[in-house]
């Protein structure tokens, strides 16, 4: 079995609940569907939250009322329990619980004001602070409800539709690169995000770019934040292989070889989340320099 996280470790994070939905407050994503071609399609466009990250102040949103529905908080699994490759729950539980004491740490020092997400699995379908979502649209950030929105069976789309080898750290890539939106709202950098700015260098994909560097930054800094108590921390440092499963998952959900598998050819133009190419290289950022290697904004090219 994998040894992601240290087999003894406790979780302790309300962070995360299952079912039901959260928010009530503005916001608007529009869910296509239809046949395999357009769902294709959307999710290749919606991949990790691209329209959601593009909310920006002046955009304009339709307000929906919306009842409240607060999950079940899963909390108490174990690091064995989270280790294993079936129990995806107990691995966001875990993730939600060592990024939450990562960006605590890193954000304080950094002089933000920080708060955790909610990590909402949801199954099929789900009401949100920015309308209602269908596991079609894969993972995503909401800023109005600062809710993570994730429906566990992505993962095995990751790897049976789009060809990722998968593995526990690959999949705790995709909870910290939404987990790094959450911190873009947090620090405002989310407002850089110009609504219909596509392209290589274009606000939405910096932006993305950003998500996956911050997603390295926790990768790389996981193994060295300690646990209540002071004791060791709950990820066990990564393995190579793990590595490249994370990096070989950023290189999968690269715009050019998702616009390639849905038969559309390559169109940078198009582009929302960047390259494989640039996807892998700022996870890598990410895990060399860590936080304060993530600046996509002041950089002439990313
Ligand atoms: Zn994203």
Known sequence: MPMTFRGDAGFDTSAVSTGGGGGGRGGAIAVGGGGIVTLLLVIASMIFGVDLTGLAPGDPISPQSQQQQQGEEVTGC???????????????????????????ETASAAGVEYQDPTVQLFDRQVQTGCGGATSAVGPFYCPPDQRIYLDETFFADMRDRFGAEGGNLAELYVLAHEWGHHVQNLTGQLQNVQQGDTGPQSSAVRSELQADCYAGAWIAGASQVRDD??????LIEPTREEISQAMDAAQTIGDDRLQEMSGGGSNPEGWTHGSSEQ??????NGMEGGVGACDTWSAPEV
């Open 229 to 234: 108590d002071g004791g060791a921390p709950v």
């Open 78 to 104: 174990t690091g064995e329990q989270a280790n294993d490759p079936a129990n995806v729950t107990c691995r966001m539980e875990g993730g939600a619980d060592s990024m939450s004491r990562f960006w605590t």
């Open 279 to 284: 996807r892998m290289r700022w996870l890598e």
